[in-house]
């Protein structure tokens, strides 16, 4: 399945990736996803089959597994979001904020890593 998905060209620049355009079309295997991941594709998705629906999910790098990256970083900020909503847990925890900002760069330098690693 091909999902056009909107890339973070701000972090790819700041993790030294190129990332000449704004979207990318990336090839997953639904089957490869866990289920909660495909609900959480499929809840992101607009305009037929683009990701993701909301800012700040955008994915880096452009590849597969940076797709990957950003699903479970949204499924970790909805996990928070479940007890509070994000804007209230963010206010009333600049631990919080950190954490998730720190979350998302593990999750984009792993899916670095990964992607670094096919194509070798």
Not at 8 to 14: G, M, S
Not at 23 to 42: C, G, H, M, W, Y
Not at 55 to 79: F, H, M, Q, R, W
Request: hydrophobic share 35%; proline share 6%.
């Amino acid at each position: 399945m091909k999902i056009l998905c909107d890339v973070d060209q701000v972090e790819c620049l700041r993790h030294g990736v190129d990332a000449p355009s704004s979207t990318i079309e990336v090839e997953v295997d639904p089957k490869s996803l866990t289920e909660e991941q495909r609900n959480f594709v499929a809840s992101q998705l607009y305009d037929g089959l683009r990701f993701p629906n909301s800012p700040g999910s955008e994915i880096c790098p452009p590849t597969c597994e940076g797709l990957i990256a950003a699903v479970n970083y949204g499924l970790e900020k909805d996990k928070i979001g479940s007890r509070h909503t994000v804007d209230e847990a963010l206010q009333d925890s600049p631990d919080l904020m950190k954490e998730l900002k720190e979350l998302r760069q593990t999750l984009i330098k792993a899916a670095i890593k990964e992607a670094d690693r096919r194509a070798a």
